[in-house]
Structure formats: structure tokens, C-alpha cells
């Protein structure tokens, strides 16, 4: 008997566990724009003295404890999860501030540099309880604010030396590129994506892992799985009928399908689905995105270089000369996996203009999506709009992170009838 047919735009963390689960009950074809797939799954070799490293240019860490649908999916393709050292140094080039602690910065106390008066720094320790204390409250008493950072630390009186060197390099950054993105930010969206990522548990960090084999392995299970992959295949239109959906391919090819999940980004499913009803482009378009450059390198300059050895992941910020630019991120490939390499390898976001060309092994460049009031009002209807024959995913339903691809994946193929 001939299976029923189904097809998947995206090969993302959404695209992938949509085709994974699909296959289970379809003939699935994946469709994807890029020569290879993965999304923001990177995994990018390089050779350091004759010796392989695997850097992830893109997605690179989970919380085990707090992603059910990415401890499932590993388990099933027998892919397993290493821990991840996860310790971030913060240090300013322009007023010396130097602190080495968790990536929230909760599990050590910061020294006060030569340059900065004692009033200043102790308005900033108490900032940092304040803020804390805040997000706790906020977490636990379940009442919602509509608040957004700006307004947060505007009434709360903040001190822009918090600011910049705490609460954007510490929490921020994991969500936007540059202070203006923070501003705009929903408390809200911060207060929930930190209570479903467990970072306000009293050991936030000790259940984060990466993909052992690096994440490119669990991409290769998963496609060798499908009934056909086709790689540097643009879908152009997605449109229903009455036998299905039809998709057209800039190659020019028309395919026919029972059922489809699109797991492009928002702005591209808007793009592509023709026959989108008002609804659908209100919502699709209620998310913008924000480029993130990487590069993969050895110019380990861009580190403090004041003492033998740094933290797995560090941010620069530049309180005086870069005072609304994005600041820079960099994670020591080796470190961040425990491994001991004769040469660092470096991954750095948006950092093009501190790296030395000829340091440079790998470029790649994604686009993240930008949350702010709109689209985190416009989230809860997201579900909405998957129907029985076309559905929708991607890491835009929740806070941008792996799980959040993944999961939208499970309730996109549910809404389809594949229930896992
Ligand atoms: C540098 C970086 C690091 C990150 N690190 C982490 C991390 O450590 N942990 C974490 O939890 N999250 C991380 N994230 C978040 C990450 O974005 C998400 O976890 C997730 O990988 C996004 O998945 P997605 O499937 O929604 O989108 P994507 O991975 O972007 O996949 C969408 C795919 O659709 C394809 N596509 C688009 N249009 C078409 C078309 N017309 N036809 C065919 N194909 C098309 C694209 O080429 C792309 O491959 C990171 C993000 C970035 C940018």
C-alpha cells in the first residue's frame, strides 16, 4: 500500500523533528534553500596542527533537564549529550570590570576595579540583587507585567553601569544583539524563558550539555532517515488545494503533497505561502529578525590576555566607545568540551571588526528573531494557525531556543495527526 505523502520547508532543529516524526507515518520529502542542512545546526571542522575540532558555529548548548523534546528525539537517534563548561567572563575594555562566573553571573561576586568609586560599585551590587530579587518575585507570584527592560529599569532607577556591564552581557545577550534590542525586550518574555529554560533553579547550570558528536551527527540520523532530501532546493510557493498542498521550487519543479509543515522562519513562511489568510500574514509578520555574524578563528586577541587562560565563553563590552553597539561573544571551542588543544579555536558573534583576516578558518551568518512587545503579543495565537493539512514551526513560537524549534515541531505534526 502507498504511504500518504508529506513535505517539510526547513531544515532547522523545526524542520528536522517535524520530518523525523512525519516519517514515522509519511513518505516525507524535506526541502532546503542551503547546500547543506541544519538550520542553525553549524557544525563546522577545522584542522588545528593536524589534529580535527569540531566548532558549532551555531547551536551549540541545551538544558537537558528543561528540553523534553531534544532528550527524546537524541535518545531515539542514539545520539548523546557531553556536559558543557559553561563558565563566562564579562570584561570592559574601557574601565577594567572583570568577572568570571556562571553565564547568569549568580555564583560569584565581582571585584570592584581600580578606576571605579565606591559608591558606584556598590549602587551596582545592589542593582544586581534588586534585579534578581525581581525576576524571582515576578516568577513565583505568577502575576503577568506588561513592562518592557527600559521601562523596568527607568521606574526602578537602574544604574547604567549595571546595565552595561551586568544585566546586557549576563542576560540580555541571551536574547538580542545591542542595548536598544534590551530595551524593547518584554520583562515578561525574560521571566518566562528563564523559568522554562530552569535558569532560576538553585543550580541553573549543571544539567546543560552539547551534542557529543557534535550537532551535524544528529542531522545526518535524521535525514538518512527520510524518504527524500533535497538540498539547494528554494521552495518559491506552498499553496492548498483540494488535493493537498502544491509547492513550487525555483528550480522550476511543481510537487504535490497530502500534507506540509513550513519550518522556515516567520518572515519566510510569509513569504512563500501564497495563499495566506489575513491572520497568517498578521501573525508571520508580527516577528523581525536580527543578523548575527560568526566567524570560526585563532586570533585569540580578542580574549583579556591579562592572566594564562579565560573562561569557555566571554563578553567583551566597551562602556564608553561602544555605548549602543552590539558587544562581542566568543566561545573557546576546546574549553567549552573540556578538550586540550594545542591551538585555541575561537567562535565570535559579531565581532568581524576585532579579528585579524588571516586568523580566520569559517564565516557563517544567521538571522535570529528579535522579540519585542508585537510579536510576543501576537505568540500565544501562533498555534492557531496550524491546521490538519498545513502546519507551522519553528524557534519563533517560544523564546528562540532549540527546544522551543523542537517542540513547536511536535505540536505542528500533532496538529497534522501524528501524535509521538
Ligand atoms: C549563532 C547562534 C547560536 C545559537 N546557539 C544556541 C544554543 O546554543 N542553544 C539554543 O538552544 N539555541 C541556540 N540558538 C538558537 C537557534 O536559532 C535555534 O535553537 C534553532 O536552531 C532555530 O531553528 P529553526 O528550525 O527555527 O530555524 P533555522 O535553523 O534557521 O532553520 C530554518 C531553515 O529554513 C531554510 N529555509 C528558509 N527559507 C526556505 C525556502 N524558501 N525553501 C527551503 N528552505 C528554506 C533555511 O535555509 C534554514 O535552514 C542559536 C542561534 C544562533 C544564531
Known amino acids: 500500500m502507498t504511504r500518504s505523502t508529506a513535505a517539510v520547508v526547513g531544515s532547522g532543529v523545526a524542520g528536522l523533528t517535524a520530518a523525523y516524526l512525519l516519517q514515522k507515518q509519511f513518505d516525507v520529502t524535506l526541502f532546503e534553500a542551503d547546500s547543506r542542512l541544519g538550520g542553525h545546526v553549524d557544525t563546522r571542522e577545522v584542522d588545528i596542527a593536524g589534529r580535527k575540532l569540531l566548532a558549532e558555529a551555531g547551536f551549540l548548548i541545551y538544558n537537558e533537564r528543561t528540553s523534553p523534546g531534544l532528550k527524546r528525539l537524541f535518545a531515539e537517534l542514539g545520539v548523546t549529550g557531553q556536559p558543557a563548561a559553561l563558565t563566562t567572563d564579562v570584561t570592559c575594555a574601557d574601565c577594567g570590570f572583570v568577572h568570571a562566573a556562571n553565564p547568569l553571573g549568580t555564583d560569584t561576586t565581582p571585584d570592584r576595579p581600580e578606576n571605579i568609586d565606591a559608591d558606584t560599585w556598590k549602587r551596582f551590587l545592589d542593582d544586581i540583587a534588586r534585579f534578581s530579587a525581581a525576576l524571582q518575585e515576578m516568577a513565583t507570584s505568577g502575576k503577568e507585567t506588561t513592562l518592557v527592560i527600559g521601562e523596568l529599569l527607568e521606574q526602578g532607577g537602574f544604574s547604567e553601569y549595571f546595565v552595561r556591564h551586568f544585566l546586557y552581557p549576563r542576560t540580555g545577550s541571551w536574547f538580542v544583539s545591542g542595548y536598544r534590542a534590551l530595551e524593547v525586550l518584554p520583562v515578561q518574555f525574560v521571566v518566562n524563558t528563564f523559568k522554562n529554560q530552569g535558569l532560576l533553579e538553585p543550580d541553573p547550570f549543571s544539567s546543560w550539555r552539547m551534542v557529543s558528536e557534535g550537532g551535524r551527527e544528529y542531522v545526518r540520523r535524521i535525514a538518512e532517515q527520510l524518504t527524500s532530501v533535497r538540498t539547494a532546493t528554494s521552495v518559491n510557493s506552498i499553496r492548498r488545494s483540494d488535493l493537498g498542498i502544491e509547492i513550487h521550487d525555483a528550480a522550476g519543479g511543481s510537487h504535490r503533497f497530502d500534507k506540509a509543515v513550513i519550518a522556515t522562519h516567520a518572515s519566510q513562511a510569509r513569504k512563500i505561502l501564497v495563499d495566506a489568510t489575513a491572520p497568517e500574514r498578521e501573525l508571520l509578520g508580527s516577528v523581525q529578525y536580527t543578523p548575527i555574524e560568526v566567524l570560526v578563528h585563532t586570533d585569540t586577541t580578542v580574549l583579556r590576555n591579562d592572566r594564562v587562560g579565560t573562561s569557555p565563553l566571554n563578553v567583551r563590552v566597551s562602556c564608553l566607545t561602544h555605548r549602543t553597539s552590539m558587544d562581542h561573544f566568543h566561545v573557546d571551542v576546546a574549553a567549552v568540551s573540556s578538550l586540550d588543544v594545542p591551538e585555541r579555536v575561537l567562535v565570535s558573534y559579531n565581532s568581524v571588526d576585532l579579528i585579524a583576516p588571516e586568523r580566520i578558518l569559517a564565516r557563517a551568518s544567521y538571522e535570529h528573531p528579535r522579540f519585542d512587545a508585537i510579536n510576543f503579543a501576537a ?34 505534526v500533532a496538529a497534522l495527526g501524528v501524535t509521538w
Open 379 to 412: 505568540q500565544h495565537r501562533l498555534a492557531d494557525l496550524s491546521g490538519p493539512t498545513l502546519a507551522f514551526a519553528g524557534s519563533y513560537f517560544g523564546s528562540g531556543f532549540h527546544e522551543d524549534g523542537c517542540d513547536s515541531a511536535i505540536r505542528a
